[in-house]
């Protein structure tokens, strides 16, 4: 059925090994959504890698099953988007920076067209001053907080594996060895604080931090704010936004 969708455009002799295995890709999670097997809500996908075969009807078939389409360690542009995504995945990170004649997912995210950008506000990963460009110029609404927290946190600095990779953490950078950031080593309070010493008004770490990620799921209408009727998960801060108390379901966490 999908070779025969594809025929009118595509010639079968064509088909390349990574046009095959896209078809299988994408039968793959339309069976996984026909049996109720797909969990999370966010499926990050470079375009480039599935070119123009079937990376729509992708985006279509996920959306129709109410999950969220992330762009995300991608060359795309925006000419490559439709309608299918909602956002980048980690702005910045393992895509093409802005430039002044090609419009890249970055341009994209400063153009205030409706997509969510995730940031990993840890002033490593982004420099402080470009994370200034970002609270300044993308919309409030949009921004969202992640860690992209790797399993070092927390542990000593020096030499430690992730994915089968030597890496070395060195206070909050953490890195292979040929110098590629291996995560981050932070909690979103953390990246709030360097917000926070960037400008950004209490309010607005709030919507960074959980209100806007759960618009983009969906989930808004019971997470995100204090209100009656919503899910009780609570985190305490201090002024200096230090971790106080963690209540989950109106229980307290010890």
């Given at each position: 059925?999908?070779?025969?969708r594809?025929?009118?455009?595509?010639?079968?002799?064509?088909?390349?090994?990574?046009?095959?295995?896209?078809?299988?890709?994408?039968?793959?999670?339309?069976?996984?959504?026909?049996?109720?097997?797909?969990?999370?809500?966010?499926?990050?996908?470079?375009?480039?890698?599935?070119?123009?075969?079937?990376?729509?009807?992708?985006?279509?078939?996920?959306?129709?099953?109410?999950?969220?389409?992330?762009?995300?360690?991608?060359?795309?542009?925006?000419?490559?988007?439709?309608?299918?995504?909602?956002?980048?995945?980690?702005?910045?990170?393992?895509?093409?920076?802005?430039?002044?004649r090609?419009?890249?997912?970055v341009?994209?995210?400063?153009?205030?067209?409706?997509?969510?950008?995730?940031?990993?506000?840890?002033?490593?990963?982004?420099?402080?001053?470009?994370?200034?460009?970002?609270?300044?110029?993308?919309?409030?609404?949009?921004?969202?907080?992640?860690?992209?927290?790797?399993?070092?946190?927390?542990?000593?600095?020096?030499?430690?594996?992730?994915?089968?990779?030597?890496?070395?953490?060195?206070?909050?950078?953490?890195?292979?060895?040929?110098?590629?950031?291996?995560?981050?080593?932070?909690?979103?309070?953390?990246?709030?604080?360097?917000?926070?010493?960037?400008?950004?008004?209490?309010?607005?770490?709030?919507?960074?931090?959980?209100?806007?990620?759960?618009?983009?799921?969906g989930?808004?209408?019971?997470?995100?704010?204090l209100?009656?009727?919503?899910?009780?998960?609570?985190?305490?801060?201090?002024?200096?936004?230090?971790?106080?108390?963690?209540?989950?379901?109106?229980?307290?966490v010890?």
């Amino acid at each position: 059925l999908l070779l025969k969708r594809l025929w009118p455009r595509y010639k079968l002799k064509k088909l390349k090994l990574i046009n095959l295995k896209i078809i299988y890709y994408y039968v793959e999670i339309k069976n996984k959504l026909i049996n109720n097997e797909v969990y999370c809500r966010v499926k990050d996908y470079s375009k480039e890698k599935h070119r123009v075969l079937t990376y729509f009807e992708i985006g279509k078939l996920l959306h129709e099953n109410n999950v969220r389409v992330m762009c995300g360690h991608s060359d795309a542009c925006y000419n490559d988007l439709d309608e299918n995504v909602d956002g980048f995945t980690h702005l910045f990170n393992a895509m093409r920076g802005m430039h002044h004649r090609d419009i890249t997912l970055v341009n994209a995210a400063f153009m205030n067209k409706g997509f969510y950008c995730e940031l990993i506000a840890d002033g490593c990963h982004i420099e402080r001053n470009v994370l200034k460009l970002v609270i300044n110029n993308i919309d409030k609404d949009r921004i969202v907080l992640v860690s992209d927290s790797s399993t070092a946190r927390g542990l000593e600095d020096g030499e430690h594996i992730f994915l089968s990779k030597p890496c070395t953490k060195k206070g909050i950078v953490f890195k292979t060895h040929d110098g590629h950031f291996a995560g981050s080593v932070v909690s979103i309070n953390d990246e709030m604080k360097v917000l926070r010493e960037l400008g950004a008004k209490y309010t607005d770490l709030l919507a960074y931090s959980s209100l806007n990620a759960f618009r983009l799921y969906g989930l808004d209408s019971r997470f995100g704010t204090l209100e009656k009727g919503k899910y009780a998960d609570i985190v305490i801060m201090d002024d200096d936004l230090n971790i106080k108390k963690v209540y989950c379901q109106g229980k307290f966490v010890e």
